[in-house]
């Protein structure tokens, strides 16, 4: 099993930034991800990274994710920041084949809230 501990959420305006990061401790994933989640709305994807990056289409030009070379740390650069990006942000780690899918992890934090205000 493995943990994670995200953290780097905040209140901000709009056309802001924030960088998420992500801890993981403890084996067993290849990919991790973030995913969202705003009040009354299903989880959806924001990125991805396996051995490469992957991004769903309301991320891609405004958030990059890396990961550090031990890929026990990982962070979502997200810039230019929009109310629609107001969420609690999950990361995710486990074996994904369909790396956008939430189903395809095994492993998730507690989430660090997002606020972007208008």
């Known amino acids: 099993q493995v943990r994670l501990e995200e953290s780097g959420g905040g209140s901000v305006q709009a056309g802001s930034s924030l960088r998420l990061s992500c801890r993981a401790s403890?084996?067993?994933?290849?990919?991790m991800a973030w995913f969202r989640q705003a009040p009354g709305k299903e989880r959806e994807a924001v990125a991805a990274i396996c051995d490469s990056p992957f991004y769903a289409d309301s991320a891609k030009g405004r958030f990059t994710i890396t990961q550090d070379n031990s890929k026990k740390l990982m962070y979502l650069q997200m810039n230019r920041l929009k109310p629609a990006d107001t969420a609690m942000y999950y990361c995710?780690?486990?074996?994904?084949?369909?790396?956008?899918?939430?189903?395809?992890?095994?492993?998730w934090g507690r989430g660090t809230q997002v606020t972007v205000s208008s």
């Open positions: 403890g084996y067993g994933y290849r990919c």
């Open positions: 995710a780690a486990g074996y994904a084949d369909r790396v956008l899918e939430a189903g395809q992890y095994n492993s």
